[in-house]
């Protein structure tokens, strides 16, 4: 969890979902990150509380605090575009989940490619889908990785808001790609209370690919982020970049048409947080793929998906 000083037992523990196999005392990533304003889940009388920052906030993988998942069951569809995004931080090896939003491009999370407030990438080194698929990512002209992330995610300094951009596109090798588009769609229709499924690849779980059900309850405090509250304390671990799915007919805007597609992709997991009243639970947030935008010539989720396809 967060380090909190004894002065910050009020507030909430904040986390990033993604797990690595490291040392046992793994290293501290650099730089500061601000103090997330206090949820919703806190206790009412808390909330006129003074906000108080650390320094900064834990390595990426944070323990969880059970190994107790509620598996709901995958999907074959899911499953078959589903995989482990596998990168490096210092050496170590790092994982995350992902899944393929054309056959050519692969949607996870931000902070599982780029660091935060930082606009160096994580050095990739494959991804690998359900059945032991290897997909290399591609490289562009300047022998850089074919990535795109929202500028965003580099330069929003409250923990909470940057949730909004944490979501990252990566184009895989031509020899990679599959044979066909998935039968997926991003939505950035508001779900408001709706189902939804989240996927993603639990340590807890031994690496399967695994699903919880939940309602999308939006943060009081922060109602424009999708959020869900759970008791499935161990999906933390590993599952970020994993999607939402929506399995509801409705549709999005613009280019988020139904189109008959199966996956209805709203968002990905992001990060966890713990109420201090209620350690049986857990809120998972995501980011929102109609995220707020600063100008009209600000890239949409669509248009870096786009980008993604089109790097050469």
């Not at 054309?102 to 059945?131: D, M, P, W």
């Not at 699903?211 to 869900?228: K, M, Q």
């Not at 759970?230 to 970049?241: Q, R």
Request: aromatic share 8%; net charge neutral; with cysteine.
């Amino acid at each position: 969890m967060l380090a909190l000083s004894k002065r910050l037992l009020t507030v909430i523990a904040f986390a990033y979902v993604a797990v690595f196999y490291a040392p046992a005392i793994p290293a501290q990533p650099s730089g500061n990150v601000q103090q997330p304003p206090l949820s919703s889940q806190t206790r009412p009388e808390l909330l006129a509380a003074p906000l108080r920052k650390p320094s900064s906030l834990r390595p990426i993988r944070e323990e969880a605090v059970s190994t107790d998942v509620t598996d709901a069951g995958t999907d074959g569809d899911v499953q078959a575009v589903s995989g482990q995004l596998y990168f490096s931080i210092g050496g170590n090896l790092h994982y995350c989940s992902g899944v393929f939003v054309t056959k050519s491009v692969i949607l996870t999370a931000a902070h599982c490619v780029q660091e935060n407030g930082k606009t160096n990438y994580y050095q990739i080194e494959k991804f690998v889908r359900e059945g032991n698929n290897s997909h290399f990512i591609k490289k562009d002209a300047s022998n850089k990785d074919c990535i795109r992330v929202p500028v965003e995610w580099s330069t929003q300094t409250d923990a909470y808001l940057r949730i909004d951009y944490d979501y990252a596109f990566l184009r895989v090798a031509n020899s990679d790609e599959l044979n066909a588009d998935p039968k997926v769609i991003l939505v950035d229709a508001h779900v408001g209370k709706n189902s939804i499924k989240a996927y993603g690849y639990p340590a807890s779980a031994n690496q399967d690919l695994t699903a919880i059900a939940e309602n999308v309850n939006p943060d009081l405090l922060h109602p424009n982020l999708l959020a869900v509250d759970t008791t499935s304390l161990g999906f933390t671990e590993g599952t970020s970049g994993g999607p939402w799915v929506w399995k509801h007919n409705a549709g999005g805007t613009g280019n988020t048409g139904g189109g008959g597609q199966q996956l209805k992709i709203v968002s990905v997991n992001s990060s966890y947080a713990i109420p201090v009243n209620d350690k049986s639970k857990i809120w998972i947030y995501g980011p929102n793929f109609k995220r707020p935008q600063k100008s009209n010539t600000e890239p949409t989720a669509y248009d870096l998906r786009q980008n993604a396809e089109n790097c050469q």
